[in-house]
């Protein structure tokens, strides 16, 4: 496996591979690397020929108040995960190197990028979709793999992708989470043992949204007090959204039906988190 932080000698060897006819996966990750990252460079090993995890932590996605400077780094763990799962490239490139000082070009979506997480993260999917489209350009994936557990990211990136007429197959893989339903996260690390065990109530919030959709409750303010309910009256997480929405569009739905994905944002200690669940 090799590590490459220069992003021409990263083009130069996609080049060569595009030469050999080899089909090329990307899994951009900001390393902090979990099993949640681990399936995701599993599929992409069997997506293509030539497997290239990006790990970049990368700061123009955060807001000028979030956790850029303490996000967890991990590199020599991260590494032995990369090996694991079969990465033939670890692209870790500079910030200076992806962001030089002249530097003045934006990506920015319009209405996918604007709800939910982007309410919450002005510049944020500005910010993703940037780094993502430069990752494409230098990496040159045939196709690329993204997680479900940051369900508005995927849509923003498939429109970007489709708006932008980018010649890239997006792979969207399914949320790994613990024994207890917390979905893996890379922030998960911040929580201390004692937060950490009332953390499963947050899938199982979204588990019983689920039965009682299932049951027949349409209504998505009751839904959404219930959700809250069991959150927060069982943990210190403070619930800052819960939505639930057409799963192609994310438009709220005035009468929740499958399908419907609920979408929920709670935060703790400053630090956000996100779970998502699809209800098919
Ligand atoms: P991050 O390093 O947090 O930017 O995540 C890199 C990729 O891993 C993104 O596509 C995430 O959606 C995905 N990912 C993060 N956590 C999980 C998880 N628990 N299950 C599946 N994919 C995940």
């Known amino acids: 496996m090799k590590i490459i932080k220069s992003l021409k000698s990263m083009r ?3 080049q060569q591979w595009r030469r050999e006819a080899q089909k090329i996966v990307l899994v951009p990750t900001m390393g902090g690397l979990h099993e949640g ?4 460079i599993r599929r992409g090993r ?6 290239v995890v990006s790990i970049f932590v990368n700061p123009t996605q955060f807001g000028p108040r979030e956790d850029y400077s303490r996000y967890p780094r991990t590199f020599t763990a991260d590494k032995q995960k990369c090996r694991e799962g079969g990465a033939d490239v670890i692209f870790c490139p500079t910030a200076e190197a992806i962001y030089p000082d002249k530097f003045d070009t934006w990506v920015s979506p319009d209405v996918t990028g604007s709800i939910l997480e982007g309410a919450a993260r ?3 999917f500005r910010g993703v979709c940037t780094i993502v489209l430069k990752l494409f350009n230098i990496v040159l994936p045939h196709t690329a793999v993204f997680g479900q ?3 508005q990211q995927c849509l923003v990136v498939k429109r970007m992708v489709d708006d932008l007429n980018l010649p ?3 792979i ?3 949320i790994i989470r613990a024994a207890d339903g917390l979905a893996l996260s890379s922030r998960n690390a911040y929580l201390s043992p004692a937060r950490r065990r009332t953390a499963g109530v947050i899938y199982r919030a979204l588990c019983e949204a689920k039965k009682a959709i299932k049951d027949g409750k349409t209504q998505p303010a009751l839904l959404t007090r219930e959700v809250r309910k069991t959150i927060e009256g069982e943990s210190e997480f403070q619930v800052e959204y819960v939505e639930f929405a057409d799963p192609q569009t994310l438009k709220k739905q005035k009468t929740v039906q499958p399908p419907t994905v609920v979408l929920v944002a709670v935060r703790l200690g400053g630090i956000r988190f996100i779970d998502n669940l699809l209800i098919k």
């Open 12 to 14: 130069a060897l996609a």
């Open 37 to 40: 990252h681990l399936s995701l």
């Open 46 to 51: 069997k997506a293509g020929d030539k497997l």
């Open 122 to 124: 002005p510049t944020h």
């Open 149 to 151: 557990k940051d369900y």
């Open 168 to 170: 890239v197959r997006i």
């Open 172 to 174: 969207v893989s399914p």
